[in-house]
């Protein structure tokens, strides 16, 4: 099938198409962000090039019809939110994914019991949040109903990376480190942490992002203090002005920088565990 | 090991006693770490003890909870637990809310069709015609790489791209194809199922790539040499190894279609009710039992849709 030289161009052809119906909406988008302001809308032509949306976001233009963007304190919030999320959901998937190595009873119940928090539609999530939480007479917060929420739904995520990664590595190395009588704790934190250590880093990475970008979770549970999501949904019903696009661009290279990062912590580990792989070997 | 073999080199009778008894202590190790003694046991449980809790707390009670409520009493601004079926003979006797039912259902159905027809041919090219593994990888992740922007952005993405004086407008008109700007392609269900299916086909495109990369090449090869077109060896030989990953990728795309509301709430100009956005307005007028009912439907719904997709697959086997 694969010396089709007719069917492979076009196919070629056609996956290109493909890729660009996934970005082009975001080219477009990009593009009216610099749109002139006030007076330029969210659509074309562009009346003038200018980057003055992005200085509407942060408060550099002088007031317009067009009101800014209720962000500062709900970028605050969703960044801690997201790293609390962050921080639980990689422990509890790392514990949980670790009690998976071992055969037990009930596993089966278990694993589905954890992977239901990543199936059931957020907006379920929340509104049996919100039922429990209003019948108990607690009220919802972002930091309490939401977070909890969040942990849901990210620790699926941290539990099957986690168990994809134990399910590829040697429990000998730990057996060995026991059997020579370092203690549970110093060979967690010596022997294994160290080879579970990628697992972990895209644990976090896919829980901070997926949780700083949480929506439908999120709306019935966060109460009156609103996320960050939560502020943009909230500006949608209105009528929408270039500025939005401009925040889009800005949190879209948000979160390529936190990409970013994880590239650079990965690629150092590789390296660092791969120095000391030379370093046994020299010994 | 090493010590044992220390020991055979220091003094040869003592040889076999000695490794004998390393036998025996590695296999107590080993036994220890595996399972049965019951300090290993309560080790586990005390590793599970806490995530068990969380989604059996704040997943599965709130869900019974969502049942309850469903035949709670509903009254103008609050509910009471008075048992009553009120709330499920408003909806099914409702035309608007079984609309929505029949809505979601169809707009699901749709966009199952979409993702897959536009989905398959890129994941054919993926997985079977890039030879190349390093490439294969990039290919995808330039797939997957709009998935890492903001779920809002990517919905809002669409406005400029599809209104009257949008993007797809104005080449149209370029291009002489068209006169007058569409009026359709905003705020309709078209706009809707062109939104879900930019976002979701993904999710169609990795499972079934994964499949078809695993596929021997020399399968083909031997289909070929006992002279099948290509057309057969699609439909005899390749369809059908990739079909688990279709199912795969249908699960994932149904699972998050059906729950939907933010899509169609922000490309519909929330003409396109599904049942995730009658949820939302219930619960903005605090008809919370209503809500409830609604709820139980979707998971209702969501339950038989993954049941019958599972009869074709086992997940945890494929996985």
Request: hydrophobic share 55%; glycine share 6%; proline share 5%.
């Amino acid at each position: 099938m694969g010396n089709r030289p007719f069917l492979r161009s076009a196919l070629a052809f056609y996956t290109l198409l493909f890729i660009s119906f996934l970005y082009a909406p975001f080219v477009v988008l990009g593009i009216l962000s610099f749109q002139a302001g006030p007076e330029g809308g969210p659509q074309f032509p562009i009346i003038e090039w200018s980057v003055y949306w992005y200085e509407h976001i942060f408060g550099l233009t002088p007031p317009s019809r067009v009101a800014p963007l209720p962000i500062g304190e709900a970028l605050i919030r969703s960044l801690s939110l997201a790293f609390m999320t962050m921080v639980t959901s990689t422990v509890l998937g790392t514990m949980t994914a670790q009690a998976f190595r071992r055969r037990f009873k009930g596993s089966g119940f278990v694993f589905y019991l954890v992977v239901l928090g990543m199936i059931v539609p957020g907006v379920l999530v929340g509104l049996g949040l919100a039922l429990v939480a209003n019948n108990l007479g607690i009220s919802r917060t972002w930091w309490g109903t939401a977070y909890v929420a969040h942990v849901l739904y990210t620790f699926p995520f941290a539990f099957l990376v986690m168990l994809a990664i134990f399910n590829r590595f040697d429990r000998s190395v730990e057996e060995a480190a026991w059997s020579l009588g370092v203690t549970p704790m110093r060979t967690f934190r010596k022997v294994t942490f160290p080879l579970i250590f990628p697992g972990v880093l895209s644990s976090m990475l896919f829980a901070f992002t997926l949780s700083y970008d949480e929506f439908p979770r999120t709306l019935f549970a966060a109460g009156a203090d609103l996320t960050l999501p939560l502020a943009i949904y909230g500006t949608f019903s209105v009528e929408i002005h270039p500025n939005i696009f401009a925040f889009g661009v800005l949190t879209t290279l948000f979160s390529f920088s936190i990409l970013a990062v994880y590239g650079i912590l990965m690629s150092l580990s590789v390296r660092r565990a791969r120095r000391a792989s030379i370093q046994e070997d020299i010994e | 090991m090493d010590a044992s073999r220390d020991s055979n080199a220091l003094s040869d009778g003592g040889s076999e006693r000695a490794t004998a008894e390393s036998v025996r202590t590695e296999q107590a190790a080993r036994q220890q770490a595996r399972s049965g003694t019951s300090s290993a046991r309560s080790t586990t449980a005390m590793l599970l003890a806490p995530g068990t809790i969380w989604m059996l707390l704040f997943l599965v009670v709130p869900m019974l909870m969502m049942v309850y409520v469903s035949f709670w009493t509903q009254k103008t601004f609050s509910i009471e637990p008075t048992l009553t079926v009120q709330s499920w003979v408003a909806f099914f006797s409702s035309e608007t809310y079984f609309a929505a039912l029949l809505r979601t259902i169809k707009i699901w159905l749709i966009v199952l069709a979409t993702t897959f027809a536009l989905g398959y041919p890129t994941a054919l090219f993926i997985g079977l015609f890039i030879k190349n593994k390093t490439l294969q990888t990039i290919v995808l992740v330039l797939c997957v790489v709009p998935f890492w922007t903001s779920f809002l952005i990517r919905v809002l993405a669409w406005r400029p791209m599809l209104g009257k004086e949008g993007a797809v407008n104005i080449v149209l008109e370029k291009l002489g194809l068209i006169s007058e700007p569409i009026e359709v392609l905003l705020f309709t269900e078209f706009s809707v199922v062109v939104g879900m299916t930019q976002i979701y086909v993904v999710f169609m495109v990795g499972p079934i790539a994964f499949m078809l990369s695993r596929i021997d090449p020399s399968l083909i090869e031997a289909a070929r040499d006992l002279g099948a077109g290509t057309w057969r060896i699609f439909r005899t030989i390749i369809f059908p190894l990739s079909l688990p990953g279709v199912v795969v990728g249908a699960i994932f795309v149904s699972v998050m279609v059906l729950g939907e509301f933010a899509t169609s709430a922000a490309l519909s100009g929330r003409k396109v009710n599904l049942l995730g956005n009658i949820i939302v307005t219930q619960v903005g007028s605090l008809k919370w039992a209503f809500a409830a009912v609604v709820g139980v439907i979707l998971t209702a719904v969501m339950a038989v849709v993954i049941a019958a997709l599972l009869r074709f697959v086992d997940l945890r086997k494929e996985l």
